[in-house]
């Protein structure tokens, strides 16, 4: 494939992971099975978080599970690409691929730029990228949430802890041609999860951050 032909095959699937990552599924299943738009109960936010608050843990878990495929997915186009795996330019293709699907998330051009803080999304995409960190910051995930009941803090925690794994835990493992990029990448992403949560920060100082609870399922004709 030509250099030309690359970079136009490069542009199309940075546009698709963008559209792939606009996909939101709360907005989607609560319009079609509550008849309601999410954005308009609980945090308004569109994750699976605020779903499971709103419409149960059902519902939360499938967002859940569908914002990180989108992730997954969007980071995956990278292998219609002609890149040699672990090069830079494959894992810089891997990052901007995953970002754009996040940005995707947050400013879906389907449901007028009003989306989640794409903290799902963002695992999907690094679970594809580095899925034994990922695994890690799961378990650190857990431990705080167990500790804490609050996502926000959990989320917070976990994502700190994925630059530091892979700068120092993770470095050793690393191939030398893709050390930089994802070592650079991993900070970028705690910055952008801590600023995505100012509003949940400012509410655990309030003291009017909410704890996770288990949510059952409201009936369809709840919100007429």
């Excluded at 293709?93 to 699907?101: R, S």
């Excluded at 700190?160 to 994802?182: D, H, K, Q, S, Y």
Aim: charged content about 10%; glycine content about 8%; proline content about 4%.
């Amino acid at each position: 494939m030509g250099a030309t032909a690359t970079t136009f095959l490069y542009i199309g699937l940075t546009i698709s992971a963008y559209l792939i990552g606009s996909v939101s599924n709360s907005i989607i299943f609560s319009g079609l099975i509550y008849h309601i738009d999410i954005r308009n109960y609980g945090s308004k936010n569109p994750g699976a978080n605020n779903v499971q608050r709103i419409l149960g843990w059902p519902m939360g878990l499938l967002v859940l599970a569908l914002d990180i495929l989108k992730g997954v997915v969007a980071v995956s186009l990278v292998f219609l690409l002609p890149f040699e795996r672990e090069t830079n330019a494959f894992v810089a293709a891997q990052i901007v691929f995953g970002t754009a699907a996040v940005i995707g998330h947050i400013f879906p051009v389907y449901h007028g730029f009003h989306g989640g803080k794409g903290v799902a999304t963002t695992c999907g995409a690094l679970l594809a990228m580095h899925p034994f960190a990922v695994l890690l910051c799961t378990i650190v995930f857990l431990i705080v949430f167990f500790i804490t009941k609050y996502v926000s803090v959990s989320v917070i925690t976990a994502v700190t802890c994925f630059p530091i794994m892979v700068n120092l835990l993770f470095a050793m493992w690393l191939e030398p041609r893709e050390t930089l990029t994802l070592k650079i990448f991993s900070i970028v992403i705690g910055v952008t999860i801590w600023l995505s949560h100012i509003s949940n920060l400012k509410r655990l100082w309030h003291g009017k951050e909410e704890k996770f609870f288990i949510k059952a399922p409201p009936g369809r004709n709840s919100f007429l």
